[in-house]
């Protein structure tokens, strides 16, 4: 048991949140802890979004140094309309398998040190790949769920 230095109750030590690596627990309860936190969040709200989109655009800037800045087939260059397509067509499967998705998937590819089977595409050309593939798979009795 332990108690918390803000709501002064008495609580068992799972109650408090673990404050680093080394395992050590926090004085404050998680109920006050999570309080908190909240407060901070709606106080300093702009500040967070900011520092967010900081780093998405960041993020988003390192990958596509990396891929290329212009569209592997039609050679648009616009980073709005600009993604990242699975040069293999199995992005649904290894969504499956914990590949992320939107930004997160920005940082599974950092993270995994840029893959070499992922290309840059623009939206259309990756849209016509995937039309154009399923059209494919269709005349041989495979269908897309």
Partial sequence: MRQCTNCSESKPLE??????????????CKD???SYHRGLYKKNRP???QRIERSQS?????IFEHYGKECQMCGESDLIVLT?????????????NGE????????????????????TLCRNCNWRKYI???QRLSRK???LK
């Fill in 32 to 34: 006050c802890y999570n």
């Fill in 141 to 143: 009795g495979v269908h």
């Fill in 15 to 28: 109650d408090f949140p673990i404050s680093d690596k080394r395992g050590y627990r926090r004085r404050r």
């Fill in 132 to 134: 154009q593939n399923a």
């Fill in 84 to 96: 990242i397509d699975h040069i293999n067509d199995d992005g649904a499967k290894r969504r499956k």
């Fill in 58 to 62: 960041a993020l988003k800037e390192r």
């Fill in 100 to 119: 992320g998705k939107g930004f997160s998937f920005y940082r599974w590819i950092e993270d995994n040190e840029y893959p070499d089977d992922l290309q």
């Fill in 47 to 49: 500040e967070y979004i």
